[in-house]
C-alpha cells in the first residue's frame, strides 16, 4: 500500500515517536478535539511544517457548538495580535468544482469590515478591521493563491491571515466530519498530490491560521485494489458544503468580532 496521502496531522500523529510529537486529547465548548504539536523533526518526518494542528471532531454535533469550539480555536492561535489590529480571510479553492468551493462559500458569510473602521458606529461597536478576499485557483486566473494574498497582504499589512480551503483525508471516518486549524499554514493542493507555493509567514510576511475540512480521500493511498488515480467525495457533497461554511463562518465572525450579535453579523455581510 502506498503512503497515506492526507492534509491531516492527526492522522500521522500516533506514528511518531512522542519526542517528535505532542498529542493531547481537549475539550473546546463540549467539543472534542485532537490537539497536536509537531517539531521540526517530526514535521520532516511526516512532511508537515512544524506547528500546532487542532482537529475538532464534528460528527453528528450541533452547528453552534461546534462554531463556538472552532471560535475559542481561532482566538488561541491568533494570540497575541490585539483586537484592533486588522485581519484578512481568504477563501481558497474553485468554487465551481463543490468539494473545493469551501473557501469560496464560507467568506460570502464573512462580512468586510476594514472600510469602515474611520466611523464612529464601527469605534462604539470596537469592531476589528476585517479584509475578506476569495482567490480562485491558478486555472481561472493565472495566480498561485499564495502570490495573490501576498500582493494584498503587503498592502494592507494585516495582523493574521485566515486562510479557509477543502482538504484531503486518508481516513474515511474524518470524510466530511472533522474541522482541522493550524498556525503552519497550508499548502493548498498538497493532499491531492498537487505542487502550490505554501502559504506560511515567510512567504505572507503575517502569521496564517489555516482552517478546512476535509472534502476528499485518495482512494490511491487507502487499498492497493485501484490501479489509477481516483479521488472520492461524500455523497451528500452539496450538504456538507453548506453546513460547515457556515460552521466556519460563525467561528470566524466570533473570534473576529464577538462583540457583534449574529443579527448584526448577517446585516453586514450584505
Same mark, same amino acid.
Given at each position: 500500500?502506498?503512503? @497515506?496521502?492526507?492534509?491531516?496531522?492527526?492522522?500521522? $500523529? $500516533?506514528?511518531?515517536?512522542?519526542?517528535?510529537?505532542?498529542?493531547?486529547?481537549?475539550?473546546?465548548?463540549?467539543?472534542?478535539?485532537?490537539?497536536?504539536?509537531?517539531?521540526? @523533526?517530526g514535521g520532516k518526518l511526516i512532511g508537515k511544517p512544524k506547528g500546532r494542528y487542532i482537529t475538532l471532531h464534528c460528527e453528528n454535533e450541533d452547528?453552534?457548538?461546534?462554531?463556538?469550539?472552532? !471560535?475559542?480555536?481561532? @482566538?488561541?492561535?491568533?494570540?497575541?495580535?490585539?483586537?484592533?489590529?486588522?485581519?484578512?480571510?481568504?477563501?481558497?479553492?474553485?468554487?465551481?468544482?463543490?468539494?473545493?468551493?469551501?473557501? $469560496?462559500?464560507?467568506?460570502?458569510?464573512?462580512? $468586510?469590515?476594514?472600510?469602515?473602521?474611520?466611523?464612529?458606529?464601527?469605534?462604539?461597536?470596537?469592531?476589528?478591521?476585517?479584509?475578506?478576499?476569495?482567490?480562485?485557483?491558478?486555472?481561472?486566473?493565472?495566480?498561485?493563491?499564495?502570490?495573490?494574498?501576498?500582493?494584498?497582504?503587503?498592502?494592507?499589512?494585516?495582523?493574521?491571515?485566515? !486562510?479557509?480551503?477543502?482538504?484531503?483525508?486518508?481516513?474515511?471516518?474524518?470524510?466530511?466530519?472533522?474541522?482541522?486549524?493550524?498556525?503552519?499554514?497550508?499548502?493548498?493542493?498538497?493532499?491531492?498530490?498537487?505542487?502550490?507555493?505554501?502559504?506560511?509567514?515567510?512567504?505572507?510576511?503575517? @502569521?496564517?491560521?489555516?482552517?478546512?475540512?476535509?472534502?476528499?480521500?485518495?482512494?490511491?493511498?487507502?487499498?492497493?485494489?485501484?490501479?489509477?488515480?481516483?479521488?472520492?467525495?461524500?455523497?451528500?457533497?452539496?450538504?456538507?458544503?453548506?453546513?460547515?461554511?457556515?460552521?466556519?463562518?460563525?467561528?470566524?465572525?466570533?473570534?473576529?468580532?464577538?462583540?457583534?450579535?449574529?443579527?448584526?453579523?448577517?446585516?453586514?455581510?450584505?
Open positions: 500500500m502506498k503512503r @497515506k496521502r492526507s492534509d491531516l496531522a492527526v492522522e500521522f $500523529a $500516533a506514528d511518531l515517536d512522542e519526542n517528535d510529537v505532542k498529542l493531547t486529547e481537549v475539550v473546546y465548548e463540549g467539543i472534542k478535539a485532537t490537539d497536536v504539536t509537531l517539531g521540526s @523533526k452547528k453552534i457548538r461546534l462554531g463556538c469550539a472552532l !471560535a475559542h480555536c481561532i @482566538k488561541e492561535l491568533l494570540q497575541p495580535s490585539m483586537s484592533w489590529e486588522k485581519v484578512m480571510v481568504a477563501g481558497l479553492g474553485n468554487e465551481r468544482v463543490t468539494p473545493d468551493s469551501l473557501g $469560496a462559500r464560507t467568506v460570502r458569510h464573512i462580512p $468586510a469590515t476594514a472600510h469602515l473602521a474611520a466611523t464612529d458606529e464601527f469605534k462604539e461597536l470596537g469592531l476589528r478591521p476585517v479584509v475578506v478576499i476569495e482567490t480562485g485557483v491558478m486555472g481561472q486566473t493565472g495566480l498561485e493563491s499564495a502570490d495573490c494574498l501576498n500582493f494584498v497582504a503587503k498592502n494592507v499589512l494585516p495582523a493574521a491571515v485566515i !486562510a479557509i480551503d477543502s482538504l484531503a483525508c486518508g481516513d474515511f471516518s474524518r470524510l466530511g466530519s472533522t474541522i482541522q486549524i493550524t498556525d503552519s499554514g497550508i499548502a493548498p493542493g498538497s493532499g491531492v498530490g498537487g505542487s502550490r507555493r505554501p502559504l506560511n509567514r515567510e512567504v505572507i510576511g503575517s @502569521k496564517v491560521i489555516a482552517v478546512g475540512v476535509p472534502t476528499v480521500i485518495d482512494l490511491d493511498s487507502v487499498t492497493d485494489k485501484v490501479n489509477y488515480p481516483m479521488m472520492v467525495t461524500p455523497r451528500d457533497i452539496d450538504g456538507v458544503i453548506s453546513r460547515f461554511s457556515e460552521i466556519i463562518a460563525m467561528g470566524v465572525n466570533s473570534a473576529l468580532n464577538p462583540t457583534l450579535t449574529k443579527e448584526e453579523i448577517e446585516m453586514l455581510s450584505f
